[in-house]
């Protein structure tokens, strides 16, 4: 039994924050991680002599976000690329209409127009919502209230439920109509040609990290927890519990006593979304020079709607798919095979049958991966924002919980866990602390 300061648990972008900002306090700390790698959901392969980032690879806003120092800081290249929230406009994109003809200016004017109109009318919408109202309610009165033709309307209420497939990796039937009201973008979005997970590489130097080291168990007295994992118990004064929300649900951690109502409900209301990647490699281009994104609109958007050209990361000809909610499930049931040739089915309907087939592919299974059980966490109908700050702790003053599914303002974000990673440390020390803590002593590991 070793005696530290605080245990972490996990060592994603919340455990490694909170850990350097009390190792920097002077603190004995220890992380656990279950992985033979750091960065949880970030996670940058680099097998193919480029970075394919497998989880996060956006910075959602640079205006006011903590991680724009951070990256700065640590000297991270950054390439601009302000479609990563789903956005109907603001950069060149490449629109398809329902029978895959290419929107020319006009009509894309109307299009973002229509999607600018309807999203003001939602938030008026929203905000007579209650808790137990879903987004698709919100969006049909929504719709409704436009009065628009079948078609058009048709057309938003496609862009709308993607959007809680994509923002929230679930189904807008499921997802609160409150959910993403803390989505907004500050300035421009960027994303990392050397791979994000540079940024948790770097926190992790000079911590001791412990991978490969599974928890299993966590016993709170007043004023000690022991933490159990399959080979050893570790002991200290407060436990910091990182693992993402969907191995909270599983049960994969024993609490004694049993977490109370507080922290368990939260836990039982919030929801775990599912989005995967599929990224595509190509022998060569066939889609236009300098647009950002692809899209395909209307019921012809199913199951594939929107491909991001990510070149600008990886120096070869690459489209980059999701697949959220129940779609993002099925396709972990199928094999690469399917579901590359799925994609590209829905490519040649677009671009025809000189497509050709990829030379590489990418695909996560985020929600059978046991160290996630999902992708990030949302505000399921009957759950609300309040739910997430809740789940944060602390329990009996000794058992504290952070992660993207702790941080109310900012939840499925790399910027949301650092700052709960934050919150946790300043709780342990009783005081503020500056976030400039952790680049002392780091440099870009890779
Ligand atoms: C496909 C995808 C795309 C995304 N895109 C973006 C994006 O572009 N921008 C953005 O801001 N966010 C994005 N996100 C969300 C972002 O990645 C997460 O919000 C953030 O990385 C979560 O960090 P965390 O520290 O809370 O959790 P994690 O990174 O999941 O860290 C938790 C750690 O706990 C470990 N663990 C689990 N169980 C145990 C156990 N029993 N014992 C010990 N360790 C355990 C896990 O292995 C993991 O390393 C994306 C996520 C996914 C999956």
Redesign the pocket.
């Known amino acids: 039994m070793k005696m530290m300061d605080t245990i972490v ?7 490694l924050t909170a850990a350097r900002l009390l190792h920097a306090a002077g603190q004995r700390v220890v992380v ?4 033979d790698r ?5 996670w940058t392969d680099r097998t193919a002599g480029f970075s394919v980032d ?7 806003g640079l205006t006011g976000n903590p991680l724009t120092e951070l990256v700065t800081a640590l000297g991270m290249e950054t390439r601009e690329f302000t479609v ?1 929230s789903f956005q109907a406009g603001g950069r060149p994109i490449a629109d398809y209409d329902e029978s895959r003809r290419l929107l020319d200016d006009d009509a894309t004017q109307q299009w973002t127009g229509d999607v600018d109109t309807a999203d003001a009318l939602l938030l008026l919408t929203i905000a007579e919502s209650g808790h137990d109202e879903s987004y698709a309610t919100a969006a049909e009165r929504t719709l409704a209230a436009t009065g628009w033709e079948p078609e058009r309307a048709e057309r938003i209420r496609m862009f709308y439920r993607h959007r809680t497939e994509e923002q929230c990796g679930a189904e807008a039937e499921q997802v609160a109509a409150h959910a993403l009201d803390e989505d907004t973008i500050e300035g421009d979005e960027v994303i990392f040609p050397g791979g994000y997970d540079v940024l948790p590489h770097a926190l992790a130097e000079g911590l001791d990290v412990r991978l490969g ?4 168990a966590i016993t709170r007295s007043p004023a000690r927890v022991r933490v159990d994992t399959e080979d050893e118990s570790f002991d200290a004064a407060q436990v910091i519990v ?3 929300l969907g ?1 909270l649900k599983a049960g ?2 024993e609490f004694t006593p049993a977490l109370p109502d507080t922290v368990a409900g939260p836990i039982a209301r919030l929801g775990m979304g599912v ?3 599929v990224f595509l490699q190509f022998p060569e281009r066939f889609w236009q020079n300098d647009v950002y994104a692809i899209r395909q609109h209307g019921r012809a958007g199913v199951p594939w709607h929107s491909w991001y050209d990510v070149s600008v990361v990886s120096g070869e000809p690459m489209l980059l798919t999701f697949a959220g909610g129940a779609w993002g499930r099925e396709i972990e049931q199928k094999t690469d095979e399917e579901v590359v040739s799925s994609v590209l089915d829905s490519l040649r309907k677009i671009y025809g049958d000189s497509v050709p087939d990829p030379v590489a592919h990418w695909i ?1 299974r ?1 929600g059978i991966d046991p ?2 059980h999902g ?2 966490s949302y505000v399921a109908v009957g759950s609300s924002h309040d739910d997430h700050d809740a789940m944060a702790g602390p329990v009996d003053g000794v058992l504290h919980f952070a ?3 702790t941080c109310g303002h900012e939840p ?6 650092l700052h ?1 990673g934050q919150r946790a440390a300043e709780r342990i020390l009783g005081s503020p602390i500056s976030l400039a803590e952790l680049t002392q002593g780091v440099h870009p590991s890779r």
């Not at 656990?32 to 992985?35: C, F, G, N, P, Q």
């Not at 750091?38 to 970030?42: F, H």
């Not at 497998?54 to 959602?60: F, N, P, T, V």
């Not at 080291?213 to 299993?216: A, C, H, L, P, R």
């Open positions: 648990v996990g060592a994603g972008i919340a455990g656990l991680e279950a992985r750091v960065g949880g959901r970030m497998r989880g996060a690879s956006w910075i959602h990563g080291t599974t928890v299993t990182t693992v993402p191995v994969a951690i989005f995967n990647k996560t985020w160290l996630a992708s990030y992660g993207e599914a499925a974000t790399v910027h949301g866990a709960s």
